[in-house]
């Protein structure tokens, strides 16, 4: 074990959650970068809803990390999580833990899955950080309906910590108007708002209490739900989430593979569809772009890895509530060219088809 840290210490667990495409994985790189300098030793739970790891690419590669891909912390992986943290624990040695939750996950069910853990390891759960996308908020608070905003009002009910971010987003006026909200849903987490989750770090992991957990001592007493009720996590407010009681993880393949990984569909909450396209050839990069660009509005998110046919490098894309960005990148290992879609009831045939066309278009080019 390195660093500050007594080794009869429990090892502070922080978990990040929030929307997609929020900025937790911006957050992540942050914390890493804060712990790093602080010669500490961090590791990290990465969950996706797609069969790829892709936010694993943006972090550092030395950094220990645990998987969980193609499906959601909360309910398909729920069972691994606590596996995932034993054996971090017991191969790494880590200093700190962080899990990154899926921005589709209910954050109480991995509150439990700690619990769980801690009742036979030394974990101690410090904070429920959750980021809100002060714009996608906005937008959604302006709507009042919908699957989608109820799960951000739930993530941020659980949380000990919001973490306001893309304030760069948003008016002035609507900033106060949403620091309000967020302090009428959850009056105990301070609100922090932050433009790429640049915050004061000690600030952000020591502010508000400590998300106490059981230690196995006092677990034989008090029951799960009256420990929490003494924290600032609202149990009640965060149980009310279907996809804790959705088992529905079958992989529903698409028709017509056309490549050894096949594209496929996953199903993974009951209103949260996720498409993973392979790509067999390059695309052109302007097409591409035109292509995101037009996304309809039920996808909300996408990421990925792609060779355009007409740039020299790699490069790492995102989607994220209208926004989308591009960063060369030199991929870590043997990374093929692909691209999640994760949104509510999308037509991923139709996702498909288009893909498929650029790929077509781009050979008719060469052709020529
Ligand atoms: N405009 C703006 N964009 C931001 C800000 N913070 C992050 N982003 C961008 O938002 C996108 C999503 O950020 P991530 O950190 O990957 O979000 P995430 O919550 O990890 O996403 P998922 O893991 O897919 O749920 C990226 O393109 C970021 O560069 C911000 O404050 N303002």
Request: with cysteine; proline share 3%.
């Amino acid at each position: 074990m390195s660093g500050i840290l007594e080794k009869e210490q429990s090892i502070p667990v922080y978990i990040l959650s929030g929307f997609l495409g929020s900025g937790k994985t911006t957050l992540l790189v942050k914390l890493i970068e804060h712990w790093k300098n602080q010669n500490l030793r961090p590791a990290v739970v990465m969950n996706e809803l797609g069969e790829v790891n892709l936010d694993g690419q943006i972090v550092d590669e030395a950094v220990p990390m645990a998987e969980m891909l193609g499906g959601c912390i909360c309910c398909t992986v729920r069972g691994d999580l606590g596996i995932q943290l034993a054996d971090l624990v017991q191969e790494e040695s880590p200093d700190i833990i962080v899990i990154e939750a899926t921005g589709a996950a209910n954050p109480m069910e991995i509150l439990d899955a700690v619990t769980e853990t801690s009742l036979y390891m030394r974990l101690e759960l410090k904070s429920l950080i959750t980021v809100v996308d002060a714009a996608h908020l906005a937008g959604l608070y302006s709507e009042q309906k919908g699957k989608t905003f109820k799960l951000m009002q739930e993530q941020i009910r659980c949380a000990s910590v919001l973490l306001l971010n893309k304030t760069d987003r948003v008016q002035a006026q609507q900033l106060q108007e949403l620091e309000l909200l967020l302090n009428k849903w959850n009056g105990f987490a301070p609100v922090i708002p932050s433009i790429r989750c640049e915050v004061n770090v000690e600030h952000l992991l020591h502010t508000g209490t400590d998300v106490h957990l059981q230690q196995p001592a006092e677990a034989a007493g008090a029951s799960q739900l009256e420990h929490a009720a003494e924290s600032h996590v609202h149990t009640e407010a965060c149980h009310t989430h279907g996809c804790s009681h959705n088992h529905d993880h079958a992989h529903e393949h698409v028709e017509g593979h056309h490549h050894e990984h096949s594209s496929k569909a996953h199903t993974s909450h009951e209103h949260v569809m996720v498409y993973t396209h392979y790509f067999e050839k390059p695309v052109n990069s302007e097409a591409f772009e035109q292509f995101v660009a037009a996304l309809p509005r039920d996808i909300y998110r996408a990421k990925g890895i792609l060779s355009f046919s007409d740039t020299a490098s790699r490069f790492w894309f995102q989607y994220a509530y209208r926004e989308s960005d591009y960063m060369k990148i030199t991929p870590q290992g043997d990374v093929p060219n692909v691209a999640v879609f994760i949104g509510e009831h999308f037509d991923q045939t139709r996702i498909r088809e288009k893909l498929l066309e650029l790929e077509a278009a781009n050979i008719m080019n060469e052709l020529k």
